[in-house]
């Protein structure tokens, strides 16, 4: 049964210098998303998967198409589609000299609700630092959470604008593992990357996106088998992040 | 009335902005020296009148009759040349010059005083007048031995007239919560732009009336906390006095602070950098400082910019609050300044909402 449903989606703009001329950032895209898949959304910076995102989260007006998530047509009842959606963006600074647990009370109150702090920083490994503030936090500890931020109204669906950019592999593997357990618990997940093995072992389905048009949209092995050049005779075992990996241990660093 | 929504996140707000305790400190350092500055240099004590004396005769009624002079308060005496005094006059050193004759002394009948006047203090020539004529019966008695028939006896009750601190007080008030409301939520909103979290919030489903509300309300608790803090300084420090009701007073303070925190929100929609917020912002703010009545009454202003002056946001509201302190006016009494105030009211908290969409304001 599908969570999210687009259609033809698109989002133009005007080109920079020119009056009346536009450009297409997303140029008429569908898909349907699944209940309770991990969904990744590929592409090279530009290709429009952020817009994608934001249109369907209602941060930008939907020029073309379609969205639904879970029945509600985004365009027409965006606040009420907020009530059901858990975002992180890519850039994520919070207000000054406030700790993670006031931060976590402020958005619960955005939604009108009460929460138990330290259930959702548990949840995301943070409760030691329910007195920090957000500034102080490792860039992996940021991530995890802008996560538990999102996750104050129990959201059915939830987005991850690029969640691992810059993040170590510990950090990495750690957010991973938080997200898969979100999944494990029934929740719905859409995120956009750059980093292939994050596609590849995390999401159940992926599409790939150039020039705001999907290219392709499948599990990662029927792209592999569909796209994927022939394997060399011998293949090489593992990869360069295994070996740092192994290295380092798979312990989190803060 | 704000819903139990708005006056949580309102609670959570203050917590936040009252975090940044040094700006809120720092802000009250202007109004604070400005005032000091004032009660100081205007403590209501009459300069001494500079009063030059050419003395031409040697007689000892001659030199009594200085003395008597010096030994008065209200002059500041020099003695000297007549060309020399006559420069300093000129230049504005002196405020008068009193030349006393040869023939000034007790034999005499009828000595000529001849007194030179900078044509600039001619009208405190009425004070000096009578005093000088005074002294003179004095001395006249004295040598002639005669009796006064009346004395006079003055006596200082130390009945405070009104000072100008405490004409200023209100207006400087109205100033400053223009001042600290325009920047507390106009330059807020530029800044949680800035660091991206007015997007955060706006995927969230917080409707702007009531973002816009909170904020306004966790702004006012705190600055309500900054004029009070003013209010006692000039009152118990600076025995600056209120006359009116000090509730009405209050309510003026907040009208007029919602207000101005409306209208902050407005520029804050607008501008999108921290500079546009800046230049924006002193447009609104200067012109209401000098044609909103705050230093000097609004009558005293051309008559054409009158009108124009009256309607202002800042009028009102420093009309009120002076009428209020100074006067002791009722809320009946200012009524017509009090519709002026509701209407600014309803047109801030219209625009604020106006003019905040998330979509344009978030991005």
Redesign the interface.
Known sequence: MPIIEVKDLAKKYLLPGKKSEFFYAVDGISLRIEVGEIFGILGPNGAGKTTTLEML?????IDGGSATIDGIDVASQP??V??I?G?Q?Q????????TLN?LL???A????REVDTSELLGKVNLLDKAQAKPGNLSGGQQQRFSIA?ALV?SPKVLFLDEPTTGLDPQAKHNLWDLVRELNDAGMTIVLTTHNMEEAESLCERIAIMDHGKLVAEDTPQNLILKHAPEPPQAPMHGNIEDVFLALTGHGLRD | MPTKLQLHLAKIFLKIFLRDRQSIFFSLFFPIIFMTVFAFANNGEVDPIKLGIVNNSSSEVASDFSQMLNDNPLFNVTGGEESNLRTELVDGDQTMVLILPENFDAQSDGAELQLLVDAAQVQQLGLIMPLLEQTLISIEREFRNIEPMFTLTIEDVKARSQRYLDFLLPGLMAFTLMQLSIAGSGFNIVEFRRKGILKRLFVTPIKPRDFITAIVLARMAIILIQLTVLIVFAVTILDVRIVGNFASFYLMIVLGTFIFLCLGFCLGSIAKTQQAVMAVGNIVIFPQIFLSGVFYPIESMPELVQPIANLLPLSFVSTAMREIANNGASLLEITPTLIGIAAWFVIAFMLATRLFVWKEVAN
């Open positions: 989260e209602g941060l930008t007006d606040y009420k907020k009530e959606i975002v963006l850039a994520n600074e919070y207000f000054d000299n406030v006031e009370t402020l958005f109150a955005l939604y009108n931020c109204n």
